[in-house]
Each structure stands twice: as C-alpha cells, then as structure tokens.
C-alpha cells in the first residue's frame, strides 16, 4: 500500500487565480440563480401587476440595500460571462499554458469590477 499512487489534492497543487476563478465562477452561476433569478421575477409580476406593485419594487430596489444587491449581481453576471467565455477558448483547446491560463484568470477578475464600475457609472450619471 505504500507504493500506491497518491492523487493530487490541494495539498499538492500550488493555490493559483486559475483555481480561485474556478470556483468563483460557481458561485457566481449560483448567486444568479438563487438571488438574481427571484428579483428578475418580482421585476416581471410588479411590472404585470401595475403601479402599485412596481412603485413597491422600485423603492426597495432604489434603497441603499437594494443598489448593493442590485451591483452585486451585476458583478456576478459579468464575471460569470467572462468566465464562461475563458472557459469557452478552454474548450476549443487553448490557453492550456500555465501563464496563460493565469494569466487570463486575472483578467477575468480585472474585467468582471471594470464591467461593473463602468455599468453603474453610466446608470448613476444619466
């Protein structure tokens, strides 16, 4: 037993953004489904159900809690896009170099707070 092969665990691989990246971007499909999913849908029924309805939404969106949510998702959304997309060129079998790969990672990090700082700023400025 004491020849058997160990497999690589975190142990053994040095932590890296390619790995953080990873896994944030199953966070992220999960904030989205499980935080953007329910707002997307009380958007729909306060707008479908009239004045009324979508003042109430519009108050708690507009509260300074609702912002928060509200650019926490749209960071989630960029991120997991550019995510998705760096795992698109993955696939088609590129990118596989180590640098390159965290190298990309960073830029998805980078990318998804630029996204969003530019996304609010034309909202906020308008």
Request: aromatic fraction near 14%.
């Amino acid at each position: 037993m004491a020849n058997r092969p160990l497999s690589p665990h975190l142990q053994i691989y040095k932590w890296g953004p390619h790995m953080a990246l990873s896994i944030t971007h199953r966070v992220t499909g999960s904030a989205m489904a499980f935080v953007g999913l329910p707002i997307l849908l009380w958007w729909l029924g306060a707008m479908a159900a009239g004045a009324g309805a979508y003042d109430t939404f519009a108050f708690v969106m507009g509260s300074p809690i609702g912002i928060i949510v509200l650019i926490g998702l749209s960071w989630t959304f960029f991120t997991h896009m550019l995510s998705g997309l760096r795992h698109f060129v993955l696939d088609i079998g590129a990118g596989y170099e180590l640098s390159v790969n965290k190298t990309w990672s960073m830029v998805v990090f980078a990318l998804g707070i630029i996204l969003t700082v530019l996304f609010w700023a034309v909202i906020f400025l308008k």
